[in-house]
């Protein structure tokens, strides 16, 4: 059973920063790709951002291009999102996942969540 934990969350300022941590633990797993979601209260999951385990190469959703930046351990399938100038509206609760080898992609793998507040 794959499992996947965060943390990191809390309560910030705007223009404050956070990191958020998350540790896959598994007796065996490949992963292709991991990372981070987020649901704002009313509104569907998004994507903020992903690595690839498999190869190289990142992604951003254009909201938090240039303010957070996704990493991964060099060994083991732990990722991390540094997020920077924080804004009210990155306030959400923020999901770790990955995607193992053979899921075509797919996030098959979720977290428990972690919740991000940015007061204004």
């Known amino acids: 059973q794959v499992r996947l934990a965060e943390s990191g969350g809390g309560l910030v300022e705007a223009g404050g920063s956070l990191r958020l941590s998350c540790e896959a633990s598994?007796?065996?797993?490949?992963?292709?790709?991991m990372a981070w979601f987020r649901q704002a209260r009313g509104k569907e999951r998004e994507l903020v951002a992903s690595?690839?385990?498999?190869?190289?190469?990142?992604y951003y959703t254009d909201a938090v291009t240039g303010r957070f930046t996704i990493s991964r351990h060099r060994t083991n399938y732990a990722i991390y999102l540094q997020m920077n100038n924080l804004q009210p509206e990155d306030t959400a609760v923020y999901y770790c996942?990955?995607?193992?080898?053979?899921?075509?992609?797919?996030?098959?793998?979720w977290g428990q969540g972690t919740q991000v507040t940015v007061s204004s």
């Open positions: 598994a007796g065996t797993f490949s992963s292709y790709a």
């Open positions: 690595i690839r385990f498999v190869g190289k190469g990142t």
């Open positions: 996942a990955a995607a193992p080898v053979g899921a075509d992609g797919r996030y098959l793998y």
